[in-house]
């Protein structure tokens, strides 16, 4: 799984990295990112698993849901967010079975993944992942 891992981390300095410039707000501080990674995967026993990698500034999030549950926070740190993406896949990858719609996906525009910008609701409840996932960050 460590070339997934690779793949998407690249794919996250290119496309999200990229995209983003940081914007002074009126307080003087800076402004959040607004791309963040959507992989979408089947699993097995009709799973359903939705990865979701998001930085703030220069931290950046692993989240995951399964079957449109609550989403879980697997990691927020400024470096260690790829050991985060590593933990996951290695703990998942007897429930993951292929990237959903490959064969289409390879054709579109971005390829396996999207490139999102996350509405209102799912930062908030990327924060309430994070904060029920503190203690272990």
């Not at 989403?71 to 896949?89: A, I, K, P, Q």
Request: charged share 30%; proline share 2%; net charge neutral.
């Amino acid at each position: 799984m460590s070339l997934l891992r690779n793949i998407i981390e690249l794919e996250w300095y290119k496309t999200c990295c990229a995209r983003f410039k940081p914007e002074r707000r009126v307080d003087g501080k800076f402004g959040i990112s607004k791309y963040g990674l959507q992989i979408k995967f089947h699993g097995y026993k009709d799973k359903d698993i939705e990865l979701i990698i998001y930085g703030e500034m220069n931290y950046v999030g692993v989240y995951s849901r399964t079957n449109y549950g609550d989403l879980v926070c697997h990691g927020y740190h400024d470096s260690c967010w790829t050991e985060s993406l590593e933990r996951w896949f290695i703990d998942n990858e007897k429930v993951i079975s292929s990237i959903r719609d490959w064969p289409r996906r390879c054709s579109a525009e971005n390829g396996w993944c999207d490139i999102i910008q996350p509405s209102e609701y799912l930062l908030s409840e990327m924060r309430k992942a994070r904060a029920t996932k503190n203690e272990t960050i």
